[in-house]
């Protein structure tokens, strides 16, 4: 490698990607029972994640992966635009780009949720795989965590803080035998992505699938896509894919959540008892303190085109 002016080797900075080509995937939304067809397409250097909804006006189908999109925070992630335009349950999605290391891609369905699939975020992954994974001529541009933040509902907490890569460390504590108290901790790159988190499946408990369902939600919800507990029993017959799944799981859900931060993350998350709305809640209060961050702008890019106001 030639030695910079200073005499020391040139640091060569991480590149964008994106998709080398589109592919599809069908299923069933968790939440609607609606099916659902899903494209991933390739997107230009510094456009981040957005969801196009191909079965609306096309004036209005565009939805960016942000978190001033979100809209709610029920047992899912959802967002919407300013006209109203919603896509529901994007957090394995999202998890698969930010685990496997995606920057910009166009997230095609339509319908009104994603599709839940097997529960974990191992068929979009395979569907990245498929699809191949592009580099781009633009520098990646990470949100780097300047200071901590921390949010609390009762006796549920979630922390950022400042790490020199993406870190997270969830704790989840349920009453019920099968699940109890579980940690897992991660450091996060594509291939301990797909080793580790991908093939944990969302999960709920038997006794709640009724009221659930008259609420309207998991009405695609089955034993194909979700992990089932009753008690200290798995219902599912093929068991657990991993001994602390459920805590897996709740990693998954942070990781999608998160990039809705608009960037890749460079910072370290601890949590307690998270859910989506908690996850929110600290990425928004990132968010609005601009000395808790940090984001370059693009390279030669007008004010107007610069995705996140950069602070220092």
């Known amino acids: 490698m030639p030695a910079g002016r200073s005499g020391e080797s040139e640091i060569v900075k991480p590149r964008q ?14 939440h609607s029972g609606a099916p659902a067809t899903l494209t991933l397409r390739a997107a230009k250097p510094d456009s981040g994640i957005v969801f196009v909804r191909t079965d609306v006006d096309p004036l209005v189908a565009t939805v960016a992966a942000v ?21 529901a349950t994007v957090e394995h999605v999202l998890a698969t780009l930010n685990g496997l290391g995606i920057d910009n891609a166009v997230v095609e369905i339509d319908g009104p949720e ?14 990245v795989n498929r699809a191949g994974i592009k580099t781009q001529a633009s520098q990646r541009r990470p949100l780097e965590v300047r200071r901590s933040i921390e949010v609390r ?53 038997a006794d709640e699938v ?72 600290l990425i928004a209060t990132m968010l609005a303190d601009p000395t808790a961050w940090y984001r370059a702008d693009p390279i030669d890019a007008p004010a107007h085109a610069r995705p996140l106001v950069s602070a220092g």
């Open 67 to 87: 978190a001033s999109n979100v809209v709610d925070t029920t047992l899912s992630t959802t967002l919407a635009n300013a006209a109203g335009t919603r896509v």
């Open 210 to 281: 009724e009221h659930l369902r008259a609420s309207g939600l998991a009405r695609g919800g089955s034993l194909d896509n979700a992990v089932v507990v009753a008690g200290d029993r798995i219902l599912n017959e093929d068991g657990l894919r991993y001994a602390d799944e459920f805590v897996r799981h709740k990693v998954l859900d942070c990781l999608g959540d998160f990039y809705l931060a608009g960037a890749p993350i460079l910072g370290r998350v601890a949590a307690f008892c998270t859910g989506h709305k908690l996850n929110h809640e």
């Open 114 to 127: 994603v599709p839940i699939m097997d529960g974990s975020a191992e068929p979009f992954v395979a569907l």
């Open 17 to 30: 990607t994106t998709l080398d080509r589109a592919v599809a995937c069908q299923g069933i939304g968790l």
């Open 153 to 205: 509902r009762g006796d549920k907490w979630a922390r950022i803080e400042p790490a020199p890569a993406f870190a997270i460390d969830v704790t989840i504590d349920f009453e019920a035998r099968a699940v109890a108290r579980q940690r897992h901790e991660l450091v996060l790159d594509p291939e301990r992505f797909a080793r580790e988190i991908a093939r944990a499946r969302t999960f709920g408990f």
